[in-house]
């Protein structure tokens, strides 16, 4: 149990267009879901942490209007990517967590990549 | 300073060795404790947490947490080739909403 499907996991876009990212708790229903960046050879950076039905929380240096955070239900969030630049190209991962558990699941990562 | 450190590395250690990765944080008031185990262009899979003071074994890995030393490791025992990854400690500070920090990484290669 606990899986959490993150769609698509590569895409390749033009520099300017918008780019939507899934994430859906398949089997269970998300408390809060958590969106990250990750570079080559770095750790992962949280970007964001999301609740169904109210706004993201953004951490610090993150831009709001540029990374779009959507989360209608407790089984889906969506990331956007607007006007996508060539440094935006990364590892995009999102995770979920449930009541009565410690752990976070993670999606299996998008690979953005801007031309 | 960090709030997750870890060791780079790359750590490489034989076929059938034990392999010990390390990790420090400096928030006093964290909670849980994670190993990750994160595979080249894969996403983060988890190896297992630790709440309390002492040690927790799981199979061939066991976590070490010393609240006071702020220190937790991991063991990996009889290394298998397989094993061979980037492991990511992660922590869950305190007030937190349960968001995971994590350190950069330790990269580990099992030789056969």
């Known amino acids: 149990g606990a899986v959490v499907s993150q769609h698509p996991s590569r895409v390749i876009c033009k520099s300017g267009t918008s780019v939507k990212i899934e994430c859906r708790s398949l089997d269970f229903q998300a408390t809060t879901m958590f969106w990250y960046r990750q570079f080559p050879k770095k750790s992962l950076m949280l970007m964001a942490t999301s609740n169904e039905g109210s706004k993201a929380t953004y951490e610090q240096g993150v831009e709001k209007d540029k990374f779009l955070i959507n989360h209608a239900s407790l089984t889906l969030s969506t990331l956007t990517v607007t006007s996508a630049h060539p440094e935006d190209s990364s590892f995009y991962i999102c995770s979920a967590t449930y009541f009565g558990r410690p752990e976070a699941f993670f999606g299996q990562g998008t690979r953005l990549t801007v031309v | 300073q960090k709030e997750v450190e870890q060791n780079s590395g790359p750590l490489s250690v034989p076929e059938g060795a034990i392999a010990s990765l390390n990790c420090t944080y400096s928030d006093r008031g964290s909670q849980s404790f994670f190993w990750y185990r994160q595979y080249s262009g894969k996403s983060p899979e988890l190896i297992m947490f630790i709440y309390s003071n002492g040690d927790k074994e799981d199979g061939r890995f066991t976590a070490q947490l010393n609240k006071a030393s702020q220190y937790v490791s991991l063991l990996i025992r009889d290394s298998q080739p397989s094993d061979s990854a980037t492991y990511l400690c992660?922590?869950?500070?305190?007030?937190?909403?349960?968001?995971?920090?994590f350190g950069s990484g330790t990269q580990l290669t099992v030789l056969p």
């Open positions: 992660a922590v869950n500070i305190a007030g937190s909403a349960r968001q995971l920090t």
